[in-house]
C-alpha cells in the first residue's frame, strides 16, 4: 500500500477503506495468506494442466513455491517430468503470479473428484446456420425426382436439418 500523503492538519488525503487494513493484518496474524494461496492454486490444477492429466493427478501440498502433487501411476509420474517446466508455467499463468518455482511428483492415492470444477454443461444441439444456395439446390433435385408429396416432405426436412445442425 502506497504511504499515506498527510495534510497540515495530520489527517489522511486519501481515505483507506478500514476493512482492507483489518483484512490484511488479520490475515497476517493468522497466516491465512498460504492457505489461500494454496487453494488458489489447487483449484487452478486441473484447469491448467487440462482433463488427461488432472484425472490422474492431485496437488497435495505447498511449501513455499514448491508444489508436491500426487501421480496415479509411474508412467504418468514419469511423463509429467518431462512436462515439469511447462505445466509449472501453465499453473503460474492460470494464479497470475509466480506462484510455484518447482514441482514435486510422487507416486500416491489420487481422489478423482477433489479439485475438480464442476461440469460445463454443453448444449445438445449445435447452432443452426443457413444453407448456401448450392446445397438448396442439391436438396431440391435430390428430392424432385420423388412423386409422392409427403415422402418428399419428409427427406427434404431431414437433408435441411443435416446440413443446417
Known sequence: MPPRVRSKKGRSKDPVKISDVVLSSSFKDLSITSKLKEYRIFTAWSLAVGGAI???????????????????SQSWLNELL??????????NTAVGEEAVSDIVFRFGTVDAT?????????????????????????????VSVLKDPALKAKIRSAMIKSKVY
Not at 58 to 65: H, I, S, T, Y
Not at 82 to 91: F, G, T, W
Open 82 to 91: 518431462y512436462q515439469k517446466s511447462a505445466l509449472m508455467d501453465k499453473l
Open 54 to 72: 488432472s484425472a490422474r493427478t492431485e496437488p497435495v501440498r505447498l511449501m513455499g513455491k514448491k508444489l508436491y502433487v500426487h501421480v496415479s
Open 114 to 142: 477433489k479439485w475438480r470444477p464442476p461440469p460445463v454443461k454443453k448444449s445438445k444441439y449445435k447452432p443452426e446456420r443457413k444453407l448456401t444456395p448450392k446445397e438448396r439446390d442439391f436438396i431440391e433435385a435430390t
